[in-house]
């Protein structure tokens, strides 16, 4: 899916409204814990300043539902960015009205202007065209690079656009790009892996995909609904009994297709998510005070030796508690093979959710795959099928 990329070159001058996502997690002390969404956004910043662009970034960050509350202002991410940019960053305490014109008017050289809080703002994520328009009013052009929130239809993602000339960004044509590849061009053998903890979160994704892959592997939580379906005894594993028919119907409709699912067949329990010791057993046979937390080592071999014959995967969901170090290894096994098949074979790898991308990133492999997709939800819903509401402005009118 190609989007109408800005042309930083025609931009010389211009104030550009750059919307980024820096919602980003904060420690106890207010400082940022965790930077990788705002590194995401620097090629674009760099490459709309190296053509001479003013610029000013919004952001939202935390939930302050349409009030001001201090602690989810965006004044922790002036020194991150100062750092990775190496400008200077002018701070508006609002991303409305006229102090944000004396920013742009008072900010020289290649300053950037950050501006507070969108979602101080009723009127943003309720997408009032009112709100729109005076968030575009200092401004000629606005670029949207924020893919994470790209599933939200509010002022800032998709209403802004309605007033100013509008582009995307560098990182929301790239994901764009990798995750339209996988969903709408997968090069065969194309294998799904899915895990994580429910089956409920992930049903648009296996309805829209079933269509497409050759195999699914499930891991993590979610195994669990699949063995229940099946008549075994689950224990304490996570289970949801009310998607047994769903995963009925999806099973059936996967043999009609041809499509392989392979669950787990051994797996690793501990008494809850946090335990300290661990127990090998087979699937069949998990008893009462046990819950399933990862899957066991065969398993991990035959997700590799799969995942070493695909020309395209896509993983979301850890195959199970990665957060304890007992229970990350089935998820470490699926994130070894999906580097090597992308060194060896050439496939195309992505990674989209937010826990595993967590994963990929604690492991240090998320440089060995093809894209990890920055977008939890957002990449959940495209790999639903949907048109985004924050990406449809974009696209060029032969790829709707
Ligand atoms: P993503 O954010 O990548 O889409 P999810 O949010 O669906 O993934 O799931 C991630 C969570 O699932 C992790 O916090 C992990 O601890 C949990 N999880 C994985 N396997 C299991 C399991 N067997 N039992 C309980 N929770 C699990
Ligand atoms: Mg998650």
Redesign the pocket.
Known sequence: MQLNLFDASALKGKRVLLRVDCNVPLDNSGHVSDDTRIRAHIPTIQALLQEGAQIALASHLGRPKGKIVPKYSLKPLIAPLENLLQKKILFCETCLGEKVEEAMQKRSGDEVVLLENLRFHPGEEANDPSFAKALAAPFDVFVMDAFSASHRAHASTEGITAFLPSYAGFLLAREADFLSQVRDHPKKPFLLILG??KVS?KIGVIENLLEKVDTILIGGGMAFTFFAAQGFPVGASLCERDKISFVQEMMLKAREKGVEIILPRDILAGTTPEAKSKEMLSPESIPDHLMGLDIGPETAKEFASKISQASTVLWNGPMGVFENPLFAEGTKAVALALAEVTSKRGATTVVG???SASAINAFHLAQEVTHVSTG?GASLEFFEGKILPGIAPFMKTETI
Request: no cysteine; glycine share 58%.
């Open positions: 994580g903890a979160d959710g937010g826990d939890g």
